[in-house]
């Protein structure tokens, strides 16, 4: 570009025609006036008092009244260091860039006659502050969860981590909303070629828009037909920090509140900060019901279908009258009333999601009652079917992790499908299948199902951690991850 | 996927193996407990050359041959006694063809999706099939009469001992040797443990059910499942949970023989994805062939005499005459 600065205010005044809300100023500094400056910004998206306090009024006032010192030759660094006051300001040569600063809540300086333009940072945007989780609600620890500034979420994670080898490379995602995003991970912890891998996928991303980290999460997934979710997402910074000690790598993004964690396996799903902070018996109580939930939560109605339909002997002979009982009313078959029931719970889950709180409650009187006992009352569904369906909900909210919930609840489908077509077999082989599925995922080099196959660790370091939750001093391994990677190229 | 299997992950494929196809095949076959046992010290025999010998089918292009011919048949029959099996035990009003497409289906994804995922699942649902399998076999032990045990090896003790090839562990591990990543040695614990469960899972069906009653049965280890008494603590009638877990045993099994099937077919044919859609097309043909199941167990028996004899003794035996020259 030319050094002109009239050429250059044109190329960015003819970039920002028709912005509405856009600040420009051309003024003039110097003992006798002589310096013509151009200052750009986006109004709102900056800290206004930071620009008139540090920068326009040391610029006009400032430096007339006391000139920098004589002893800098370049004119245009006397300029600047002595009317300009922030600390965090860069020099970039390229117009089309310092627009797109100008973009990310930054001030753009032009001097007339230099050809470097001068950005000061100056963001300043309206942001939400931290709040508590609302995903992730622990009884106990901390009530912090990230927000949709990229600075904050950085900074709730050095907070708890106070160590140099806590490492942060900033870039950007996306080719025109150009999101902020930071990879940060322990250096000397995480492997090394994880991270390199990372960035070059990172690197490598080519899409136009990235509005939130579950858009960046299906872009670096590396099965992208798996319903299972190969990488975490968490809205808690104890929980990051706390994987970033293990050898997990965390992408913030800005704009989300929530933070990527990778690689994940199936096992980091059913874990949950609490489990940490409170005792371990009941904490490994805990865990043992979650993962006899999560198997609930996906098996039960396909079980339930095997049994009734093709293996009633199966059933203590007691039961198998009463079911049979219950469903002599009943008209529609033991699969549709299944899935019909299903589907009315999946519709009322997703009603309660959108429902403004104020009128939650009327949806579970309409869902629990109206819907529930009037359809049994009026011998609609029999009351098994409510039962199982009950208790498969109950148990697919006893996971911690709302996308390990997605994914079974579309794997209840299939199971419930295979169950359908050949009773207990089909249920084993649809069982067999998913776990095939499992098996042969592996997220960043880790195989999902580890530490429970894919490892030759033993049985009690695979215990430690996943079902159970042994005694905080009993960890053997700090840094499961690095030392799962490691393994992983020896093999 | 690096299409390795780890020490760990083998030996629990072949202990589940022990698990499925072996204890629903091998006590009927067996003439007594002792004839049983004697099976089962030549499985382990069997099972510590194909440790030691150094055979690498997938090299020798005659190997790939004849395994893949061998690994075929063995496919084939494998899948009809299970579909059989099913058939009898849980599903008699489903056509035999649809049971038979389901499992080829299954084991065709699994084979194709490589020994990895195999390895990994084999090793995530051991400790649950054997403990459960173990519980019922435990819980029937007060039952065993041991009048049933008798010191009995005869000419059919002997038969016994040559249906002891229908012991395939010691040929999966040949067919899965070469993708170990690990010390071989290792598997040796497995070898030892097929060898005690199998004679201890022998002892409990021919102690309880006697020889009149294996032979008055089409599958013994199943009227042991359902007669045991077991306490009702968790629910009553728990034989399904135990079919459910022997049959995700047989799975295992066969899913080795689809994938080592694939695998030898890709390399004496041609390396493309629809070769496995092929195996699974000439199995589930030939699965469907109309064959009563006894003669399905006595085809199986008769091919392991032969086709078992070469690939599991004498193939691996030159091999380790040939290393220690």
């Known amino acids: 570009m030319s050094e002109n600065i009239e050429n250059r205010i044109k190329y960015i005044e003819d970039k920002f025609k028709d912005w509405g809300d856009i600040v420009k100023r051309k003024f003039y500094i110097g003992e006798k006036r002589e310096q013509a400056v151009y200052i750009t910004y986006i109004d709102d998206m900056v800290n206004r008092s930071l620009i008139e306090e540090e920068v326009i009024k040391n610029l006009i006032i400032n430096i007339r009244l006391t000139p920098p010192a004589g002893g800098d030759p370049n004119k245009y660094s006397s300029y600047i260091n002595g009317g300009v006051t922030t600390a965090d300001i860069k020099n970039i040569t390229d117009i089309d860039d310092a627009i797109l600063e100008v973009m990310c809540g930054n001030t753009l300086m032009l001097l007339d006659g230099w050809d470097e333009i001068l950005i000061i940072s100056t963001k300043g945007f309206p942001k939400r502050g931290v709040d508590k989780p609302e995903n992730e609600i622990a009884v106990q620890g901390p009530q912090e969860a990230f927000a949709e500034s990229i600075r904050i979420n950085t900074v709730l994670i050095r907070r708890r981590i106070r160590d140099t080898r806590l490492k942060c490379i900033q870039s950007k995602a996306g080719n025109t909303s150009q999101t902020d995003i930071a990879l940060m991970y322990m250096e000397g912890i995480a492997d090394k070629e994880l991270v390199e891998n990372i960035k070059r996928k990172l690197e490598n991303i080519n899409t136009d828009m990235v509005y939130d980290s579950g858009y960046l999460e299906q872009l670096l997934e590396e099965n992208r037909y798996s319903p299972f979710p190969q990488i975490q997402l968490t809205e808690r910074p104890d929980k990051t920090a706390a994987e970033l000690m293990e050898g997990r790598i965390a992408i913030v993004v800005d704009t989300s509140p929530f933070v990527i964690l990778l690689p994940a396996v199936l096992a980091s799903f059913y874990q949950a900060s609490e489990d940490y902070y409170q005792r371990w018996e009941i904490m490994s109580f805990v865990r043992i019901i979650r993962y006899l939930a999560g198997f609930v939560a996906f098996s039960l109605p396909g079980l339930y279908i095997a049994v009734a339909l093709y293996h009633p002997s199966m059933i203590p002979t007691e039961l198998a009258l009463r079911l049979a009982g219950a469903r002599q009313m009943v008209p529609i078959s033991t699969v549709v009333e299944i899935i019909v029931m299903e589907l009315i719970f999946e519709a009322l889950r997703e009603a309660g999601t959108r429902i403004p709180a104020s009128i939650g409650s009327t949806l579970g009187i309409v869902g629990g009652i109206i819907i529930g006992q009037a359809a049994v009352d009026a011998g609609l569904v029999s009351p098994i079917a409510v039962i199982i369906i009950a208790l498969t909900g109950i148990c697919s909210f006893a996971i911690p992790n709302i996308a390990l919930v997605s994914a079974y609840r579309l794997i209840k489908y299939f199971i419930i499908f295979t169950s359908a077509m050949a009773g207990l077999l089909g249920f084993v082989a649809g069982l067999l299948l998913v776990l095939v599925h499992i098996a042969s995922l592996d997220s960043f080099g880790i195989p999902y199902a580890a530490p429970f196959s894919g490892t030759n660790r033993g049985k009690r370091t695979i215990l430690k951690d996943t079902v159970f939750r042994f005694p905080i001093r009993n960890k053997e391994s700090r840094h499961f991850y690095s030392e799962m990677e490691s393994e992983n190229i020896e093999r | ?325």
Not at chain 2, 229 to 238: A, E, N, S
Not at chain 2, 302 to 312: E, K, N
Request: one cysteine or more; hydrophobic letters at 55%; proline letters at 3%.
């Open chain 2, 1 to 325: 996927m690096n299409d390795k299997i780890s020490p760990k992950e083998l030996n629990s494929i072949v202990i589940l193996s022990v698990l499925g196809f072996e204890i629903l095949l091998l006590p009927k076959i067996c003439a007594s407990f002792f004839s049983a046992l004697c099976a089962a010290l030549f499985s382990l025999f069997l099972m510590c050359i194909a440790i030691f010998s150094n055979i690498d089918i997938y090299e020798n292009k005659l190997w790939q041959i004849v395994f893949f011919i061998k690994n075929i048949l063995m496919t084939v029959l494998l899948t009809k006694i299970f579909a059989d099996a099913i058939h009898f035990i849980m599903l008699r009003d489903m056509a035999l063809y649809k049971i038979i497409f389901i499992i080829t289906l299954l084991c065709g994804y699994c084979g194709y999706k490589g020994i990895e995922p195999i390895g990994r699942i084999g090793q995530i649902i051991f400790w649950f099939v054997l403990a459960f399998t173990l519980y019922i076999y435990i819980m029937s032990l007060p039952d065993i009469k041991w009048e049933n045990i008798t010191p009995n090896i005869n000419g059919e003790g002997l038969k016994a001992a040559i249906y002891g090839f229908v012991i395939n562990s010691g040929e999966i591990i040949i067919l899965l040797k070469n993708k170990l990543s690990g010390d071989k040695i290792k598997l040796f614990r497995s070898a030892v443990t097929g060898f005690i469960l199998f004679a201890f899972i022998s002892l409990v069906i021919i102690g309880k059910l006697g020889m009149a009653g294996v032979y008055n049965t089409m599958y013994p280890s199943f009227e042991l499942m359902y007669t045991a008494d077991l306490p009702g603590f968790v629910i009553k009638r728990q034989e399904g949970i135990f079919i459910s877990l022997w049959m995700i045993s047989c799975f295992i099994t066969l899913f080795v023989y689809f994938y080592s099937s694939n695998a030898l077919a890709k390399k004496i044919f041609i390396d493309r994805k629809y070769i496995m859609l092929i195996i699974m097309a000439v199995v589930f043909a030939f699965s469907y062939v109309h064959i009563s199941p006894s003669a399905t167990i006595k085809n199986y028996c008769f091919l392991q005499i032969i086709g078992g004899m070469l690939t599991a003794l004498i193939l691996p035996l030159l091999y380790i005459r040939r290393n220690k020259k």
